[in-house]
């Protein structure tokens, strides 16, 4: 069992399951009690960040994203520091997953992959004139 599952966050984000892993953190289905909806907690692994330089960068950029909106990127609503973790909170985004959906039915059609494609080549473009963010500078 994961230590983490009804583990709070922020004072407000229950953990109640994981949604998946990867090589800066860990992603949870999370309730958040203030304004009663789900979300997805991606909490980084302890250590990630030193303090300091990465901390501050961390907290710069975490602001910057909550500010950035765009159809094809999950939005971030909030973020925190609640040692030995930092974490984002993000929209949850309820469906199957990428490497699930081409499991089970091979790979993406054209028109799929090309739609994904643009949206992917235009966000980081968007992404560079957020005001605050380190992306703009």
Request: hydrophobic share 35%.
């Amino acid at each position: 069992v994961d230590p983490l599952i009804g583990k709070e966050f922020g004072g407000r984000f229950t953990v109640t399951s994981k949604v998946g892993e990867g090589g800066m953190g860990a992603v949870y289905r999370a309730y958040d009690s203030r304004l009663e909806r789900w979300v997805a907690l991606k909490l980084l692994h302890p250590g990630t960040l030193s303090k300091g330089t990465s901390r501050r960068r961390f907290e710069r950029e975490a602001q910057a994203l909550t500010r950035f909106q765009h159809a094809g990127i999950v939005a971030v609503l909030d973020y925190g520091i609640h040692e030995p973790w930092s974490y984002l909170v993000m929209q949850l985004v309820e469906g199957e997953s990428l490497s699930t959906r081409m499991a089970q039915s091979g790979p993406l059609p054209l028109l799929d992959r090309g739609d994904a494609t643009t949206a992917s080549r235009r966000s980081p473009r968007r992404a560079r004139r957020i005001p605050g963010s380190s992306a703009a500078k």
